[in-house]
């Protein structure tokens, strides 16, 4: 049986990298995201389907369901969709940014869950498990100087995903979060410093091997394959130099003398 999974924010990073190694291990892929070019990108030679909508829209979202449903059941939601704005103390951090970040960190994942759900249990009642899996941070788990708004927003998605554990404990569905420390993706640090291409590499300069969108797609995407009684509930996943988000090594890692 083929399964169907839906990722957001398939357009780069995490999201792409994840929507592209599903499509390989033969699975039924929708990619959603806003940019319509770099989705039909993803669509050659992959066989990956696309929408594009803006999950902040709750007028999008009604239509990635009108969609969605008229494919049949789904098997797995991956809510990847949100990002950073911003990196300033709280005292001089602009509320509009914490506005956007919380719009499409949290409520564009409340968003997509309410959406799919009918359809997730058909998946169930199909395969005998669907998953929802949302990509957090250890953001959500760790406060930081100039986490700010980043962090209000990743704990409250963090707490939903915990919330949704609950709501739906008795029904075949795994309620998944994976919560990605220091990935080094072409947008993620470009977008948290507005543009700033010398910041955004500040952040990843001599620190040995940070992680890859890659990395994070293949832990998902084992998560999902697993037998159906298995759940990785939460996965905290880094880069073996960074101990905490403000403890990262730059230079070597060496056994000590
Ligand atoms: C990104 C990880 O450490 O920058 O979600 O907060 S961190």
Redesign the pocket.
Known sequence: MTKRVVVTGASSGIGEATARLFASRGWDVIGVARRADRLSALEQGTGIRTIVADLTQQADVDRVREELAALGPLHGLVNNAGG?FGMGPIETSDPDDWRRMYDINVLGTQRMIAAVLPLLRDGARDAGVADIMTV?????HVA?EG?GG??AA?FAEAALVAVLRLELAGEPIRVLEI?????KTDE??LT?FKGDQARADA?YENVPEPLVAGDIADAIVHAMELPGHVNLDLITI?PVA?AA?HKVIRGRLEPKA
């Open positions: 950073a957090t941070s250890i953001a959500g930081y986490g980043y962090n990743k919560a990605p420390g220091m990935v993620f640090s948290r952040v880094k960074q988000p």
